[in-house]
Antibody, heavy 121, light 111 residues
Framework: QITLKESGPMLVKPTQTLTLTCTFS??????????VGWIRQPPGKALEWLTL???????RYSPSLKSRLTITKDTSKNQVVLTMTNMDPVDTATYYCVHRGGGSSTYYSPWGQGTLVTVSS | QSVLTQPPSVSGAPGQRVTISCTGSSSNIGAGYDVHWYQQLPGTVPKVLIYSNKNRPSGVPDRFSGSKSGTSASLAITGLQAEDEADYYCQSYDSSLTAWVFGGGTKLTVL
């Protein structure tokens, strides 16, 4: 059974850097084709794809947020870390960690429970 | 403004059939990239409902079906049930953006 869980601060101040950790189990991020990503959802709004890291350390970023995002993995710890710099109130959202299976097409299943991050002074 | 366009809302009576459209362009759906659908029940985490245009994960009722044609895709729900009331999102890949993209979501109301 694949599970993912996000951890990190619930509240950050504007201009600060957000660091979120995804701890997963039930799969290995060293298996060919596998990836872990991040998707966010502002309250009452739509889903927004942020970033994806593959088993081979290939990284993809949302073009609109690329300058602010960094994704890294620690395969030995079964963890993926997302950092987002220069946080703004519009970044207030639930941040989900997601699993990308090893198939030829990228979809996300399962999802972590999500963590609500509020940006406010 | 989402790259993939969905109607903000649809509704139907129990037992009826509803469809939710997802309209893209030549750089995403029209380029042949797969479309995936997610269901987000109220207060819950999204889960994949249809993957790769028309495939249902185990456990998803066959009342849900997906199709794709040209630059659009559709999710059909037959035999509508109260428990189907949720937000539905389509997702694909966009080669111009070199990024995965979601539709703006559709809220399904069961009357």
């Amino acid at each position: 059974q694949i599970t993912l869980k996000e951890s990190g601060p619930m509240l950050v101040k504007p201009t600060q850097t957000l660091t979120l950790t995804c701890t997963f189990s039930g799969f290995s991020l060293s298996t060919s084709g596998v990836g872990v990503g991040w998707i966010r959802q502002p309250p009452g709004k739509a889903l927004e794809w942020l970033t994806l890291i593959y088993w081979n350390d290939d990284k993809r970023y949302s073009p609109s947020l690329k300058s602010r995002l960094t994704i890294t993995k620690d395969t030995s710890k079964n963890q993926v870390v997302l950092t987002m710099t220069n946080m703004d109130p519009v970044d207030t959202a639930t941040y989900y960690c997601v699993h990308r299976g090893g198939g030829s097409s990228t979809y996300y299943s399962p999802w972590g429970q999500g963590t609500l991050v509020t940006v406010s002074s | 403004q989402s790259v993939l366009t969905q109607p903000p809302s649809v509704s139907g009576a129990p037992g009826q059939r509803v469809t939710i459209s997802c309209t893209g362009s030549s750089s995403n759906i029209g380029a042949g990239y797969d479309v995936h659908w997610y269901q987000q029940l109220p207060g819950t985490v999204p889960k994949v409902l249809i993957y790769s245009n028309k495939n249902r994960p185990s456990g998803v009722p066959d009342r849900f079906s997906g199709s794709k044609s040209g630059t659009s895709a559709s999710l059909a729900i037959t035999g509508l049930q109260a428990e189907d009331e949720a937000d539905y999102y389509c997702q694909s890949y966009d080669s111009s953006l070199t990024a995965w993209v979601f539709g703006g979501g559709t809220k399904l109301t069961v009357l």
